[in-house]
């Protein structure tokens, strides 16, 4: 059996796989895919092969040259098939990324092909779902476009269109949702709200457990678990992307900024 969870992004993936690399995961009787990467099993959007996916990594980001791209599409679920059939043990495995989400999109041919690849190798495939309401997506997207390495200087009313426009596919959830459906059976697809309300205990990582094992959620004492990602508040973001005004290059600009940064965002400012 694997579970899959394949994002969003901005709903707690980050979270999930920090839990996943420490030491309390070594408490739960499941196994990670070391060959698709561990914590962040990023190599599986590698698999699908699409437009987005191979943009993201031989171009965008530049983390894998064409050449390490295609070796990866070309040897990994063969990698995978070997680890999962030289196991001693009827062992379970749990598998994350929000990559899976955002670069398979709706491709119903690729989502297709993941699904029949993975059924190959595990036999049954549960796949965990987390999305969080579109108005704070759009939020919690342009935080991470100022603070992040994009370090942008625009406004949020300035962009806006291009935000919406930049958030729209990732948020139809319903028809992605579908094609997931469709390629996996829709009684394999666990859905929740990102949202503290909706989680089993109050908490993600239970409730990740919750939906992976009944028994590992009671039996496992989580500790509450804090988002990895939290957005600053409106006033932190505003400031950090005045900082962003700050051209880079020198070491004497880096080290303001860097230190401005440091002040904003360990001082309690709201609004």
């Known amino acids: 059996m694997l579970y899959l969870h394949i994002g969003t992004p901005k709903a707690g993936s980050t979270t999930i796989q920090n839990w996943l690399n420490s030491d309390c995961f070594t408490l739960c009787r499941h196994e990670q895919v070391e060959?698709?990467?561990?914590?962040?099993?990023?190599?599986?959007?590698?698999?699908?092969?699409?437009?987005?996916?191979?943009?993201?990594?031989?171009?965008?980001?530049?983390?894998?040259t064409e050449r390490e791209y295609d070796e990866i599409k070309a040897t990994l679920m063969e990698e995978v098939r070997a680890k999962v059939e030289s196991s001693q043990s009827n062992t379970d495995f749990i598998a994350s990324s929000e990559f899976i989400w955002g670069h398979y999109g709706a491709e119903k041919e690729k989502i297709q092909e993941l699904?029949?690849?993975?059924?190959?190798?595990?036999?049954s495939v549960k796949v965990i779902f987390y999305c969080r309401d579109q108005a704070s997506y759009v939020s919690s997207a342009y935080a991470q476009w100022v603070k992040g390495p994009a370090r942008t200087t625009k406004s949020f009313?300035?962009?806006?269109?291009?935000?919406l426009e930049y958030c729209r596919d990732f948020w139809d959830y319903y028809s992605t949702l579908s094609c997931w459906a469709e390629a996996f059976g829709e009684g394999n697809i666990k859905v929740n709200v990102f949202s503290r309300d909706s989680f089993y205990r109050g908490d993600l990582i239970a409730d990740f457990l919750k939906a992976v094992d009944d028994d590992l959620a009671e039996k496992i004492s989580v500790p509450t678990s804090q988002a990895d990602n939290i957005s600053p508040s409106n006033l932190q973001i505003e400031l950090i992307r005045y900082s962003n005004f700050i051209p880079g290059g020198h070491w004497r600009l880096d080290r303001l900024r860097q230190q401005l940064l440091t002040k904003i965002l360990s001082t309690g400012i709201s609004g």
């Open 115 to 123: 699904a029949e690849a993975l059924r190959s190798i595990f036999g």
């Open 35 to 64: 060959a698709w990467g561990m914590g962040n099993c990023w190599k599986l959007s590698v698999y699908g092969d699409t437009e987005i996916a191979r943009s993201y990594w031989t171009k965008s980001h530049r983390i894998l």
């Open 157 to 163: 009313n300035s962009c806006k269109r291009w935000v």
